[in-house]
């Protein structure tokens, strides 16, 4: 699987982005889908997932209402909804794949990673 990650730019703080994220290969429903992201000096934090069903999502806890996950399993994507941006949220953010299917919140379970895509909050 190759995923592909985009969508990221400058944005105010109190704005919106969209990540998508898009993968090749057949498997992609099967698959458990994640976004992570890392800030300068800091390490990679989970930031959300959806298992292969989409009934399955996780979010990390501080970010719950403002970023919202979902998947076109007919399109290969993953997208990551973010609202209410905060120059804390200034990172580059990979999406990930597992093969296991369901989702995880530990950059360990997942087999692989797009390239990230890099989202600058200004105050």
């Known amino acids: 699987v190759q995923l592909q990650a985009s969508g990221g730019g400058l944005v105010q703080t109190g704005g919106s982005l969209r990540l998508s994220c898009e993968a090749s290969g057949r498997a992609f429903s099967s698959y458990g889908m994640a976004w992570f992201r890392q800030a300068p000096g800091k390490e990679r934090e989970f930031v959300s997932a959806i298992g292969w069903s989409q009934r399955s999502t996780g979010y990390t806890d501080s970010l719950k209402g403002r970023f919202a996950i979902s998947r076109d399993n007919a399109k290969n994507m993953v997208y990551l909804q973010m609202s209410s941006l905060k120059p804390e949220d200034t990172a580059v953010y990979y999406c990930?794949?597992?093969?296991?299917?369901?989702?995880?919140?530990?950059?360990?379970?997942?087999?692989?990673w797009g390239q990230g895509t890099l989202v600058t909050v200004s105050s």
């Open positions: 990930a794949a597992s093969s296991r299917g369901s989702y995880y919140t530990t950059a360990d379970e997942y087999d692989y």
